[in-house]
């Protein structure tokens, strides 16, 4: 079945289970890219305070570098990816659990609670659907006031890399449901209570981190 013809619950189940087959070797695949976002993963996460919502908590890269003093809340639609994360626990200082919970429905998550939420390439592996779903659970589960930081990878404007990207495009889209031309900004800013407060490339112009607040 092609994911174009599926409706959001058969597109979430389609993730869920490429991601139950894909996490069996998940940190292996991811081994190369990883040593570039190693190097980002304490300044995007050492700042955040409070109670802390990490969607698409993955294999658990992110935990490690949380502030003792935070209360984090890690959700996952894979269960195998989750239990990849659970043995990461073992090296992190904060109180944390982690969910088995699907982004675009919260079903276990309050209103109302977070200072923050976190994620790194959850919404580009989302469907334009599903991801404006997402979307609207951020706002519902962050404090007035709370804050969000999201990186995303996008296509490049730079002829080269655009040609590098498009050559892994297809692996990239069959192994973990990932796209570069997804519209997550433009999502956040059609948004009625999340406000973009700034954006910034964290390397070329592919890397987007994108920041705003709860209003």
Same mark, same amino acid.
């Given at each position: 079945?092609? %994911?174009?013809?599926?409706?959001?619950?058969?597109?979430? &189940? &389609?993730?869920?289970?490429?991601?139950?087959?894909?996490?069996?070797?998940? @940190?292996?695949?991811? #081994?190369?890219?990883?040593?570039?976002? =190693?190097?980002?993963?304490?300044?995007?996460? $050492?700042?955040?305070? $409070?109670?802390?919502?990490?969607?698409?908590? $993955?294999? $658990?890269?992110?935990?490690?570098?949380?502030?003792?003093?935070?209360?984090?809340?890690?959700?996952?639609?894979?269960?195998? %990816?989750?239990?990849?994360? !659970?043995?990461?626990?073992?090296?992190?200082?904060?109180?944390?659990?982690?969910?088995?919970? @699907?982004? *675009?429905? %919260?079903?276990?998550?309050?209103?109302?609670?977070?200072?923050?939420?976190?994620?790194?390439?959850?919404?580009?592996?989302?469907? @334009?659907?599903?991801?404006?779903?997402?979307?609207?659970?951020?706002?519902?589960?962050?404090?007035?006031? /709370?804050? &969000?930081?999201?990186?995303?990878?996008?296509?490049?404007?730079?002829?080269?890399? =655009?040609?590098?990207?498009?050559?892994?495009?297809? &692996?990239?889209?069959?192994?973990?449901?990932?796209?570069?031309?997804?519209?997550?900004? +433009? #999502?956040?800013?059609?948004?009625?209570?999340?406000?973009? *407060?700034?954006? *910034?490339?964290?390397?070329?112009? *592919?890397?987007?981190?994108? !920041? /705003?607040? +709860?209003?």
């Amino acid at each position: 079945m092609r %994911m174009l013809n599926m409706n959001s619950n058969e597109k979430n &189940f &389609f993730l869920q289970e490429k991601y139950n087959i894909t996490a069996t070797f998940y @940190d292996f695949l991811d #081994y190369p890219w990883e040593r570039i976002y =190693r190097k980002w993963r304490p300044t995007l996460i $050492g700042d955040l305070r $409070g109670k802390i919502l990490e969607a698409g908590v $993955g294999t $658990g890269r992110n935990l490690e570098f949380y502030h003792d003093d935070v209360e984090l809340v890690g959700i996952e639609l894979s269960r195998k %990816m989750l239990s990849k994360a !659970e043995k990461r626990k073992t090296k992190v200082r904060c109180n944390v659990s982690l969910v088995h919970e @699907d982004a *675009t429905i %919260m079903q276990s998550i309050d209103s109302n609670q977070f200072d923050w939420i976190f994620s790194t390439f959850m919404c580009c592996v989302m469907p @334009d659907e599903i991801q404006k779903l997402a979307i609207e659970q951020f706002g519902r589960v962050l404090k007035k006031g /709370g804050r &969000f930081r999201l990186l995303e990878i996008v296509y490049s404007k730079n002829e080269k890399i =655009r040609k590098i990207q498009e050559l892994f495009a297809p &692996f990239v889209e069959k192994v973990y449901g990932a796209r570069f031309d997804r519209n997550t900004l +433009r #999502y956040l800013e059609q948004s009625s209570n999340l406000q973009v *407060t700034n954006t *910034t490339f964290l390397k070329d112009d *592919t890397y987007l981190l994108i !920041e /705003g607040i +709860r209003t």
